[in-house]
């Protein structure tokens, strides 16, 4: 119940394509939603966050798409560039619970 | 705002020895912070979840008598690796929460990278 499944496991896009990564949950009581890109050798830096009472949230080049119903939440970089070459993780949490629940991470390629 | 940093970036030990490596706020008070391990080219495992002022509270699986941890201040929490092996090797990735922002999210340090010989 706790997991957060996530693909696809590695990316290539070209640049200035999409760049989209899904991911799936089970607990319903999940209600705060980030994404993190980490570079080789560095911690993990949060990109975006959604909450579950909206359906999107733009940030600049970086959207996520939320559907709760369907337990499923996406992140779609538009104008993919290649510094934004890096591995992306979805996670989940709910309020009153510390802990963050990580997908398995997306290696994303982006080749000019 | 919210930064988070470790020390040290790396450190390579000989081993049977014990490692210390520590997470700071550096402009928050962080309440609570967590320990995670990082294998490559792999998720982030957590270890432990760190109380200012109590007793770390550690994931199934792992030792807490190996990986100790201390959160004596807000802004600071270490993480010891006592007795340390080579299958200890790994990156350590700490987090902290900025509790009085009343925010959710978590911020997350560089990571230190073990290597034990």
């Known amino acids: 119940q706790q997991q957060v499944k996530q693909s696809p496991q590695s990316l290539i896009v070209q640049k200035g394509g999409i760049s989209i990564i899904n991911c799936a949950y089970e607990?319903?009581?999940?209600?705060?939603f980030p994404w993190y890109q980490q570079f080789p050798g560095k911690g993990p830096a949060l990109l975006i966050a959604i909450r579950p009472d909206v359906s999107e949230k733009k940030e600049g080049r970086f959207t996520i798409s939320f559907n709760k119903s369907a337990k499923q939440f996406s992140l779609h970089i538009m104008d993919s560039q290649p510094g934004d070459s890096a591995t992306y993780f979805c996670?989940?949490?709910?309020?009153?619970?510390?802990?963050?629940?990580f997908g398995t991470g997306t290696k994303l390629q982006v080749i000019p | 705002g919210a930064v988070v940093s470790q020390h040290p970036s790396w450190v390579i030990c000989k081993s049977g020895t014990s490692v210390k490596i520590e997470c700071r706020s550096l402009d928050f008070q962080a309440t609570t912070m967590f320990w995670y391990r990082q294998f490559p080219k792999q998720s982030l495992m957590l270890m432990a979840t760190s109380n200012e002022g109590s007793k770390a509270t550690y994931e199934q699986g792992v030792e807490k008598d190996k990986f100790l941890i201390n959160h004596a201040s807000l802004t600071l929490s270490t993480l010891t690796v006592t007795s340390a092996h080579p299958e200890d090797s790994s990156f350590y990735i700490c987090?902290?929460?900025?509790?009085?922002?009343?925010?959710?999210?978590?911020?997350f340090g560089p990571g230190t990278r073990l290597t034990v010989l």
């Open positions: 987090s902290a929460r900025d509790v009085l922002a009343g925010r959710n999210e978590q911020f």
């Open positions: 607990n319903t009581a999940f209600d705060y």
């Open positions: 996670a989940a949490s709910y309020r009153g619970y510390q802990k963050v629940t």
